[in-house]
């Protein structure tokens, strides 16, 4: 990412959360009335907590990942609950509006102060207890989940072959090698035919987290470990990750295909992320190029970032896309928000004659968290159909 957009991006995101919290504050402390030191102290945590996520990221930069993980870890867990407090507050103004209609005589006095420092109470613990919950359950780890794909143009000899999916993993500053060593463990239990990593496997430069991805050196699979380019990537220096993979025997492949399987198997496409192009450097998907000159009567897997990517690849007949990126939404209920900007969110789906599959993701970005939603290790299970 340049400094100006870095820039850009920093800025916005501060402003966007002092505001956030200026909002909080001043309807859950500033009108509950309390008394001038508690506001102060309430108010004196919140402006540190607004620009902790900014903090943290910055101070990585210069500290390095292991002297600021605890502190980017606790930031982070403040910005999912801090998504929590905002709704919940929105939805205590909505209750403020329908009692000062009802019974408006309950909005003046002592009375109006016992309510909303009510809601006030209401709304922090039940944040914290659902921030918790989130916590928990993207703590616990990835599960294995099995999902059978039905493709008309299978060979009969690829019937039940067996690609691993992990996906959107974000190696970074709250997911480390321990975490990478577990989720290798449980694919090479699953004695795959193949693994492919769709994207978004990291946030942060090689430098940073080289001892952390080491571990995906130790996948096993008998075709092979094969990778794409997410939009995280292009944050992260994408050119001299996909040089430091194939050190790990993890072949990226870019707008290409290989044969799976000799003359009788199918084909095995990658593409770039979706907008990879904006970042001018000489990166951008090209599926025309990927699929360029392949036999028709053979199937073709496409492994590609964004599930939206899927539009074209029915175009051109491809049999069957894998991709992640929308983690589910990974927060409910902010998953509306992926829904504005993904046309498929998560799961199998059906595209003329393309099936696409969306895995909510093997890691988590940003917040620990995961409420609604889950982590898992995509075994999918090729068979004629």
Do not use: C
Not at 139 to 161: D, F, H, I, M, T
């Amino acid at each position: 990412m340049s400094i100006t957009r870095t820039l850009v991006f920093l800025v916005s995101i501060t402003a966007i959360s002092l505001l956030a919290h200026r909002y909080v504050y001043v309807r859950l402390v500033r009108d509950a009335e309390w008394s001038p030191r508690i506001r102060r102290s309430l108010g004196f945590v919140l402006g540190l907590l607004a620009v902790s996520p900014i903090g943290a990221m910055i101070s990585t930069v210069f500290f390095g990942r292991s002297v600021t993980k605890p502190f980017t870890f606790v930031a982070m867990i403040w910005m999912g609950t801090m998504l929590y407090l905002i709704l919940g507050t929105g939805l205590a103004e909505i209750v403020r509006l329908v009692v000062r209609v009802v019974r408006p005589e309950a909005m003046s006095g002592d009375r109006r102060v016992f309510l909303v420092r009510a809601l006030s109470g209401i709304v922090a613990a039940a944040a914290s207890g659902v921030a918790a919950y989130g916590i928990g359950h993207a703590l616990a780890g990835p599960e294995r989940k099995r999902v059978q794909v039905a493709l008309a143009k299978l060979p009969v000899s690829k019937q039940g072959y067996r690609i691993v999916q992990l996906t959107d993993v974000h190696v970074g500053p709250t997911i480390g090698r321990d975490r990478i060593e577990r989720i290798v463990a449980d694919v090479n239990a699953l004695a795959p035919d193949l693994v492919a990593i769709t994207g978004d496997l990291v946030d942060g430069s090689v430098d940073a987290l080289r001892r952390h991805v080491e571990p995906l050196g130790g996948l096993r699979a008998k075709d092979g470990v094969f990778f794409v380019t997410g939009n995280h990537e292009y944050y992260s220096g994408a050119d001299e990750w996909i040089a430091h993979l194939a050190t790990l025997g993890i072949r990226t492949l870019r707008n290409e295909r290989v044969a799976i399987g000799g003359d009788d198997g199918f084909d095995l496409a990658g593409v770039d992320d979706f907008r990879s192009g904006t970042y001018g450097n000489g990166h951008g998907p090209d599926l025309a190029r990927a699929l360029d000159g392949r036999d028709r009567s053979r199937p073709v897997v496409l492994l590609a970032h964004q599930p939206k990517q899927a539009f074209e690849a029915a175009e051109r007949g491809v049999d069957l896309q894998l991709s992640g990126h929308t983690h589910a939404g990974q927060i409910r209920p902010f998953d509306w928000l992926v829904r504005l900007e993904q046309p498929f969110l998560v799961g199998l789906h059906r595209l003329r004659e393309t099936t696409l599959y969306v895995s909510p993701g093997t890691g988590f970005w940003g917040p620990p968290m995961r409420v609604g939603t889950t982590s898992e290790i995509t075994e999918l299970v090729l068979v004629r159909g």
